[in-house]
């Protein structure tokens, strides 16, 4: 695959290569040369990963409240079985 550089220095990248890594208008990139070639690495910015954290912290927080809920209930129901045996014997 191939691309041409333009009188202001700035190259297109095709369709499929930015679909393929999710690029978005306005994405950012470190340039690196090694042995002659151009090699560039999509940055990803702070504000990005801080969602992503966001999201996982929330994930893991619905998580934990579930088992929490159900540990809750569980000694509810324990609760309710031993006072059922004890109007039963008592």
Do not use: N, Y
Request: glycine share 6%; hydrophobic share 35%; net charge positive.
């Amino acid at each position: 695959m191939s691309v041409k550089l333009s009188s202001k220095g700035q190259l297109v990248l095709p369709k499929r290569v930015r679909q393929k890594l999710d690029l978005k208008p306005g994405a950012e990139f470190e340039i690196d040369i090694i042995d002659g070639k151009i090699i560039l690495h999509p940055v990803h910015k702070q504000e990005e990963l801080q969602k992503t954290l966001a999201k996982l912290r929330q994930i893991v927080h619905g998580v934990r409240l579930a088992d929490d809920l159900r540990a809750e209930r569980q000694q509810e129901m324990d609760r309710e079985r031993k006072l059922e045996q004890s109007l039963r014997t008592g």
